[in-house]
């Protein structure tokens, strides 16, 4: 089992995106093993970016990605960081297939509504940028038990 980071953009919370994302990995059935609202600070966007901050587009992009909450997710699943990259299409939302998260809601570069990790050892490190150990979950549900409520 695999699992990857997402950030939803602060254009994805604006545009009331958020459950439709959640919603979308949830149907993929990835498992979400961490959750939160939080404010990215300048230096975290430098370190999360740092391919990025000789870019034109850079002090932009960390206005964008500072200024307002986002939220973090930690999903798991069988191939988790592929498949979640897939589901959010290429960064530029003008060439994303319809189907894929930025295809079907952004036609947008810079505001593409969503990160995801785009490999494994990314994932590890994004993963720890975003959340302490504690804020995620190991947790499963046993089938018989869940459709059995516990009064009966
Ligand atoms: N970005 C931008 N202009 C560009 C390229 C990227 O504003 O020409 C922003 C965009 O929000 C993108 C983010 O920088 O999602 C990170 O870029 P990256 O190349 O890592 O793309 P991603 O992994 O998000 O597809
Ligand atoms: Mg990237």
């Keep these: 089992?695999?699992?990857?980071?997402?950030?939803?953009?602060?254009?994805?919370?604006?545009?009331?995106?958020?459950?439709?994302?959640?919603?979308?990995?949830?149907?993929?059935?990835?498992?979400?093993?961490?959750?939160?609202?939080?404010k990215i600070d300048k230096?975290?966007?430098k370190e999360h970016y740092a391919h990025l901050v000789d870019k034109p587009f850079y002090p932009d992009l960390e206005q964008f990605m500072t200024s307002h909450p986002v939220i973090a997710l930690v999903v798991e699943g069988k191939e988790a960081v592929a498949v979640v990259r897939d589901m959010v299409?290429?960064?530029?939302?003008?060439?994303?297939?319809?189907?894929?998260?930025?295809?079907?809601?952004?036609?947008?570069?810079?505001?593409?509504?969503i990160h995801a990790s785009d490999s494994k050892e990314v994932a590890e490190q994004e993963?720890?940028?975003f959340f302490k150990p504690e804020e995620l979950?190991?947790?499963?549900?046993?089938?018989?038990?869940?459709?059995?409520?516990?009064?009966?």
């Excluded at 979950?137 to 009966?152: G, M, T, V």
């Design 1 to 38: 089992m695999e699992r990857t980071l997402i950030l939803i953009k602060p254009d994805g919370i604006q545009r009331g995106l958020v459950g439709e994302v959640i919603g979308r990995l949830e149907r993929k059935s990835l498992k979400i093993v961490g959750l939160k609202m939080l």
């Design 43 to 45: 230096e975290t966007a």
């Design 89 to 113: 299409g290429p960064t530029n939302a003008t060439k994303a297939p319809p189907g894929t998260i930025r295809g079907d809601f952004s036609n947008s570069t810079s505001r593409n509504i």
């Design 127 to 129: 993963i720890n940028r």
């Design 137 to 152: 979950f190991d947790y499963s549900f046993s089938w018989s038990n869940f459709l059995k409520a516990p009064d009966e």
